[in-house]
Structures are given as C-alpha cells and as structure tokens.
C-alpha cells in the first residue's frame, strides 16, 4: 500500500485546490460546442477536451450543409455563437443562434439568395455585436434545443426538426448548466 504523509497530502491538496481553480476562472471563455451532424453527435469540449457527449442528436429532417432558405429543413454548417436562451421555450430550453453567420450571408450574396440590403442588415448586426435579422430569404430561428412535448420515440428514429440540433429535455439540462450566451458552436 502506498503511503503519503500528511503534510505531502495537505501540500498535494492545496496545490490541486489552485490548479482547479485556475482552470475554472478561464474555462467558460475556453467553453465550446461541436456538433458533428454525420455522428449525430454534440460534445461539449473545454480546449481540445472533451467534457461532455450527446449521442442520438436530432437535426433537420433534410441533413445539414448550406441553408438555402427559410423552411428547407437543413441544419446549416457553420460556425455561430448562442446569441440568446430561452428556458420557456415549447421545445422546453431554446439556445438561439446568431445565424445567419457573416459567412452564411456572404455566400447567400454570391449566390443570390439574398439581396445587398438584407446583406448589409446581418453584417451590421454582427458587427454591433446583435442577433442578425431572423426573417430573411435564409430562415432564422435556428439553435440548439430540448423536445417540450415532442415525442420522444419519434426523435430516437429520425431527424425532425426545421434545422435546428434537438436534445432530449434531460440533455438539453445538462447542456444548459455547460453553456452560456456568447458560447462557440461549431456545426460540421
């Protein structure tokens, strides 16, 4: 068996205590989400750790990649930041989204999906650090969140939603004592 004395274990604990501590004032600015819509996964990571995973995720019932526009049922790629929580949401906790990203916009401007105008609305709200217009061409609405009364039996057998990333309430819980407004998603 082995033994430590006291005073080495008091020195180990008070240095574990600081070291915790440390990690803990930094760690909600390290805080981050990737969603790897092909795995139907979401991992909660802290850096390049990862604290937490949500299998059996729920995405839009047309896959993921580049929304096109409002009601095509994608999940788009990207990457985003939670730009409001709602916890009275009929889908029980809502973590909004600050889609359309300047990238989505962009792209949307090339293709022409959107016109200069709704262009120069979502780059000036992300630049005044806002939630970017909701209804234009390109949808809005989009985020993470829990079933409400959904059913559960229909999530666990296939993606459902508009294009939103759907939990189950229990995770969508635990989900919400890990992130904040501001926090990175990462959907690929």
């Known amino acids: 068996m082995f033994f430590i004395p006291c005073k080495t274990q008091m020195i180990i604990s008070i240095i574990l205590a600081i070291f915790i501590m440390s990690v803990s004032v930094h760690a909600e600015d390290d805080i981050w989400v990737l969603i790897d819509t092909k795995k ?6 802290l850096a390049d750790i990862t604290l937490v995973k949500f299998s059996n995720i729920s995405i839009g019932r047309n896959g993921s990649g580049f929304k096109r526009k409002r009601g095509d049922d994608i999940t788009p790629q990207g990457r ?9 949401s009929r889908y029980h906790v809502f973590f909004g989204f600050n889609y359309p990203s300047r990238e989505n916009a962009r792209q949307a401007l090339d293709k022409g999906l959107i016109d200069k105008k709704s262009y120069s609305k979502i780059i000036k709200a992300h630049k005044s650090n806002q939630v970017p217009p909701q209804n234009t061409p390109l949808g809005g609405m989009i985020g993470i969140h829990g079933l409400g009364r959904g059913d559960k039996k229909i999530h666990e057998m296939l993606n459902w939603t508009h294009g939103c990333i759907a939990l189950t309430d229990e995770q ?7 992130i904040k407004k501001n926090t990175t998603v990462i959907v690929e």
Do not use: F, G
């Open 40 to 45: 139907q996964l979401l991992e909660v990571k």
């Open 80 to 88: 985003y930041k939670i730009a409001w929580i709602n916890r009275k």
């Open 172 to 178: 969508i819980n635990n989900l919400d004592t890990l």
